[in-house]
């Protein structure tokens, strides 16, 4: 059980388009989602925190304009990046807390690539 | 702010092997400590943790203890397998409140037979 998946696994697109990414719990329910970004050779970094039904808290530094988090349901969390940018290439991880607490359940990322 | 650091890889092992892999961090108050594991294709999965000073974390052979007094969480396998092989992250979750993770870089363990 905890399996967490996103979609899509990786994603190319055009500089000023807007990419979407969905994460899913698939076997439990998640009040809470984490979205993470990674680098290459770097470390997953923290850039926001969702509740389901309430809006997500951004790390600092991270635009929220930019990169808009819903939560609309206690499986599912989507993570749009908006007029996207060649930096904004990287790969994108979420992870999913049970209601009942306990330890967070990653995905297997997705990779965006913005021309 | 918080912070994790590990020992950069790759480290390249011969099977059965004694392995360590160092971790160290930089936290306020009370931190909770992890060792994730990333094997190729998969998400990042836990491997063990511990909450508290002096708490070891053990699972699938794999260990590490939670030093307050040294702020490390090294992670040790006494004979590693070839299916050891993958991507292991050090991470910790702020005794603050806050539920997001700070990792670190990750060391790749590449296991030969």
């Known amino acids: 059980g905890a399996v967490v998946s996103q979609h899509p696994s990786r994603v190319i697109c055009k500089s000023g388009t807007s990419v979407k990414i969905e994460c899913r719990s698939l076997d439990f329910q998640a009040t809470t989602m984490f979205w993470y970004r990674q680098f290459p050779k770097q470390s997953l970094m923290l850039m926001a925190t969702?509740?389901?039904?309430?809006?997500?808290?951004?790390e600092q530094g991270v635009e929220k304009d930019k990169f808009l988090i819903n939560h609309a349901s206690l499986t599912l969390s989507t993570l749009t990046v908006t007029s996207a940018h060649p930096e904004d290439s990287s790969f994108y991880i979420c992870s999913a807390r049970r209601v009942d607490g306990g330890s967070q359940y990653f995905g297997p990322g997705t990779r965006l690539l913005v021309l | 702010g918080d912070s994790v650091t590990q020992m950069e890889g790759p480290v390249t092992l011969s099977e059965e092997a004694f392995l360590t892999i160092n971790c160290t961090y930089t936290a306020t108050g009370y931190p909770s400590l992890f060792w994730y594991v990333q094997y190729p294709g998969e998400g990042l999965q836990l491997l063990l943790k511990a909450t508290k000073a002096d708490d070891k974390g053990s699972n699938k052979g794999f260990e590490a203890t939670y030093r307050k007094e040294t702020t490390s969480f090294h992670l040790e396998k006494g004979s590693v397998q070839v299916s050891d092989s993958a991507v292991y992250f050090c991470?910790?979750?702020?005794?603050?409140?806050?539920?997001?993770?700070?990792f670190g870089k990750g060391t790749h363990l590449i296991i030969q037979p």
């Open positions: 991470a910790l979750r702020s005794g603050g409140g806050a539920d997001g993770l700070t």
């Open positions: 969702s509740n389901e039904g309430s809006k997500a808290t951004y």
